[in-house]
């Protein structure tokens, strides 16, 4: 290679972050940019994962590593497809690799989705996240809320709306949202799964883990029976549910919440605003349900826009490749849809890495110029990493004591920070 590769990546987030740790392992001599459109770097990690798991946000940390060497550049605030053209990126990069998650939530299809209080999960835990450009009107959840959907981000939701204050210990939630919603919190939750307990896709831990917050009573109108030679994780669900069911609540039930298995939605009801949901048995094995709630959380996964995603047409999950196009690739959600883990886009990132590896010889034919390549006015805007550490300081120093951190709400203060246009980093968010 007689200059040195130069390559883009697209988002900051988990499959970002582990693409550039591949490739700074097959180039060391490359040159890596990694865009994001937030000032911030990490993605759903710090947007996404619920402020109350901070040891799974601590991955951060090893994230942070990789921007600290000489040839990986964090270039936030720049948005592709408003600040730069993809086709830009790539007549300036020998390589551009797509790691921009998924920004949609996924509709679950029923007549009544549209009414006000039916909210999308995604929005609920980044508003809990304080994502600074998530609009912060707090839901009206009234009462009574039922949440559709049996994943792991269902069970988030539900986590974060039976908690207490005091349960946020050393999070880093948005405490503005919390103590708006702690005013009228919900007293009775419907979770509705449509798989079976045999195969729902909740982790055993995240579902024992709700056992622990006080003054909640759990009970399950369907089976929780399973095949003694299920495999582990299906006995291990069952053994969680049963657990569930055993807590005692003491003397002071705050919220119930009912378990549905095997139960899917067909409409929510309401006449200008949710009064209840209607649920089919996934079997046909029994009548429809009618549940009275005042608002529904939709938890059902995420999706591609849908539209052109800049230039390059509709796209859909592809497990295979991630070749695109030449010289572009894409990895993590943007590639395989919403599913997995953190650590799942690790071995996504490596295989794509390889698919990269196996391609360069062609590309590697014309120098480019890479990041010095862009207009200086969009360089001029961008955040680099060295700007984050002083929202990332900013943040940190404005925490109370029994918080790890406070998140800015608002996408122009953080860049203001940044650039160190503030002389008080602790002042109020301000408007977005
Ligand atoms: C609510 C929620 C909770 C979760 N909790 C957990 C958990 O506890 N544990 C776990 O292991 N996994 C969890 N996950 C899954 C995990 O977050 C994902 O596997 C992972 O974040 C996917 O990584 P990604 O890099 O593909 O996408 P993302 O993390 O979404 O990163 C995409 C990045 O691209 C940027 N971007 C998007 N468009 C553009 C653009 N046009 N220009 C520039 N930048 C752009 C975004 O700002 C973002 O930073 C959770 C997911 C969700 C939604």
Redesign the pocket.
């Known amino acids: 290679m007689d200059t040195p590769v130069s390559i883009a990546v ?7 972050c582990y693409i550039a740790q591949s490739l700074c392992r097959s180039f060391p001599e490359s040159e890596i940019t990694i ?4 000032a911030s ?5 710090r947007y ?3 402020p109350d ?1 901070q040891s ?1 946000k601590s991955i951060q940390a090893q994230f942070a590593r990789l921007f600290e060497r000489d040839n990986v550049r964090f270039a936030g605030n ?5 600040d730069v053209s993809l086709e830009e990126l790539r007549s300036i990069h020998h390589i551009v690799v797509l ?5 949609a939530d996924r509709a679950v299809g029923v007549p009544g989705e549209n009414l006000p209080e039916v909210y999308r ?2 929005r609920l ?1 980044r508003l809990f996240n304080a994502h600074p450009l998530e609009s912060t009107e707090v839901p009206r959840f009234g009462n009574s809320v039922a949440i559709v959907g049996g994943g ?2 269902s069970i ?1 939701v539900l986590r974060l709306l039976i908690k207490q204050p005091e349960d946020f210990l050393n999070s880093d939630i948005d405490d503005a949202v919390l103590a708006a919603y702690v005013q009228a919190p919900a007293s009775h939750i419907d979770l509705v799964c449509r798989s079976t307990i045999t195969n729902a896709p909740s982790d055993p831990v995240m579902l024992a883990e709700l056992g622990r917050v006080r003054g909640v009573k759990f009970s399950c109108a369907d089976s929780i029976e399973v095949a003694e030679d299920a495999p582990r994780t299906v006995v291990a669900r069952a053994k969680a549910i049963r657990g569930l069911l055993k807590v005692d609540p003491g003397n002071e039930i705050r919220v119930e919440v009912v378990l549905h298995f095997g139960w899917t939605p067909v409409n929510i009801n309401g006449d200008g605003h949710v009064d209840g949901v209607e649920l089919r048995s996934v079997n046909e094995d029994r009548p429809n349900l009618r549940l009275d709630a005042d608002s529904v959380v939709t938890a059902v996964g ?1 999706d591609f826009d849908g539209g052109d995603w ?1 230039g390059l047409g509709e796209l859909t999950a592809n497990l295979e490749t991630g070749v695109l196009d030449y010289g572009l690739y894409r ?4 590639k395989r849809g ?1 599913r ?6 690790r071995s996504c990132a490596k295989a794509v890495a390889e698919e990269i590896v196996a391609g360069l010889d062609s590309l590697k034919q014309q120098a480019r110029p890479g990041y010095g390549g862009l207009p200086e006015a969009v360089r001029a805007k961008a955040v680099d990493y060295s700007d984050w550490k002083r929202v990332d300081s900013a943040e940190t120093a404005a925490a109370s004591a029994d918080r790890s951190r406070r998140k800015f709400p608002s996408h122009a203060h953080m860049v203001a920070i940044a650039h160190s246009k503030l002389a008080q980093f602790s002042a109020a968010p301000g408007a977005k």
């Not at 865009?35 to 937030?38: E, K």
């Not at 990895?331 to 943007?334: D, F, L, S």
């Not at 997995?340 to 886009?345: D, K, L, M, R, V």
């Open positions: 697209i988002g900051s987030g988990p499959s970002g865009y994001d459109r937030l770097p990490f993605g759903l990690v996404g994962v619920a798991h799974t720049i948005e592709v497809g408003v790691a921009a998650g998924l920004p999960a995604g835990t792991n981000v988030d995420f800049h990895t993590g959600w943007i919403s997995g883990t953190i650590a799942e886009n």
